[in-house]
C-alpha cells in the first residue's frame, strides 16, 4: 500500500511516469474501449475545506476509470460534531478502497494516514499541495515539451503552493526563484530539502528578479482559506506583487503564466494577464482530471 501524501511520495522518476499516464489519459479521453481500472471500487472524497477544482477533477476521475466517488464533507458527517479523524479513518477503510483527503492541518492528514489501511491521497493541506502541482508540471511539459532548462518564478505568499513548487525544483533539479515579502517566506526545511538534492531555489524580495527571463511565472491568492482575516494586512504586505503586464514583460517571450485558482483579478494577478495569452490557466485546470486520474491508480495499483 502507498499514499501520496507529497511528491516525495513518488519520487523523481515516479513524477514523470504519472506525468505520462496523465498524457495517456487525456488523449484516451472519450475513446472507445477507453480504460476503467477503477471498475468496482469506491473512493471516499473527504473534503474539511471548501473545493472546486479538487472536488470536480476527482468525482469525476473516479465515475470515468469505472469507480464510484463517495463524497463526505464536515457539513453532512460527522467530522462537524467532532467524529476523531482516527475513528473516519477506520471506518472508511472498512467500506472504500482509497481516500482523498482534503484539510487544514498537516496532523491531521497523518492522523488519516496512519489510522487507514487503505491509500490515502492528499488533496490539499495547509503544508502542500501535490495534486495541484502534478497539473502544472502536465501543463508547462505540454506547453513547452520538456520541464527541464526553463526558469521559473513564483510570485506571491509562500504557502502550500509555494512548498510544493520548492519540492518540485528538489525532485527534478529545476531553477526556482521565489519573490516573497519578509515575513511570507515558505518553508525553511523544504527550502533545506531541495538544497541538499541539487535543486537551484532561491527566494528573493522582489518580483522583478524572480520574473526576469522566466520561462515560467505561477502565482496564487495572497490570502488562503483561513487566512480571511489577515486578508487587509496581506494585501498592504504584498504591494507590488501583482503578476502585472510589466512582471510579464520582464519574462521570456514565451513565458507561461499560472495560477491555481481562484483568482482574484486586480489583486495577486491582473485581469489583462490571466485572461491574456500568455496565461494557460484553464489548461492548468483541466490537467487536474488527468493527472488526478493517474494519481488514483497510481495509488491504487500495489493495494489488494
Known amino acids: 500500500m502507498r499514499h501520496l501524501l507529497e511528491l516525495s511520495d513518488l519520487g523523481a522518476d515516479g513524477l514523470i511516469q504519472l506525468l505520462d499516464a496523465a498524457d495517456r489519459f487525456k488523449n484516451e479521453r472519450g475513446t472507445p474501449g477507453a480504460p476503467r481500472p ?24 473516479v465515475s470515468e476509470l469505472g469507480g464510484h466517488p463517495l463524497v ?3 457539513a453532512g458527517s460527522q ?15 472498512r467500506m472504500v478502497h482509497a481516500i482523498a ?31 495541484q502541482l502534478l497539473a502544472d508540471l502536465m501543463t508547462i511539459r505540454r506547453v513547452r515539451k520538456s520541464l527541464g532548462g526553463l526558469r521559473y518564478a513564483w510570485v506571491g505568499d509562500g504557502n ?22 519578509e515575513g511570507y517566506d515558505p518553508s525553511a526545511s523544504e527550502l533545506a530539502r531541495a538544497l541538499k538534492r541539487g ?3 532561491q527566494v528573493v524580495r522582489d518580483p522583478r528578479q524572480a520574473c526576469r527571463n522566466a520561462d515560467v511565472i505561477s502565482t496564487d491568492v495572497f490570502a488562503s482559506m483561513g487566512q480571511e482575516h489577515e486578508r487587509a494586512q496581506r494585501l498592504r504586505a504584498f504591494s507590488g ?43 492548468q485546470a483541466e490537467a487536474r482530471l488527468h493527472t488526478a486520474k493517474a494519481a488514483l491508480v497510481w495509488a491504487l495499483s500495489t493495494h489488494e
Not at 79 to 93: H, M, N
Not at 174 to 181: E, G, N, Q
Not at 266 to 280: L, N, R
Open 199 to 201: 535543486a537551484d531555489v
Open 160 to 181: 502550500n503552493m509555494a512548498n510544493s513548487w520548492i519540492e518540485a525544483a528538489g525532485l527534478l533539479r529545476l531553477s526556482l526563484v521565489l519573490a516573497c515579502p
Open 38 to 61: 477503477l471498475d468496482g471500487k469506491s473512493v471516499a472524497l473527504v473534503f474539511e475545506k471548501a473545493s472546486t477544482r479538487t472536488r470536480i477533477s476527482l468525482e469525476v476521475s
Open 101 to 131: 483527503f482534503r484539510t487544514s492541518g498537516e496532523e491531521r492528514l497523518r492522523e488519516m494516514t496512519s489510522f487507514a489501511t487503505v491509500p490515502v491521497l492528499n488533496a490539499l493541506t495547509d503544508k502542500n499541495h501535490p495534486m
Open 72 to 74: 463526505l464533507t464536515s
Open 241 to 283: 506583487f501583482t503578476v502585472s503586464r510589466e512582471l510579464v514583460g520582464l519574462a521570456a517571450p514565451e513565458v507561461v503564466v499560472l495560477h491555481c485558482l481562484p483568482a482574484h483579478r486586480g489583486e495577486e494577478i491582473d485581469a489583462d494577464v490571466i485572461d491574456g495569452k500568455q496565461s494557460y490557466v484553464w489548461d
Open 79 to 93: 467530522i462537524e460534531r467532532g467524529e476523531p479523524i482516527a475513528d473516519t479513518a477506520r471506518v472508511l477503510s
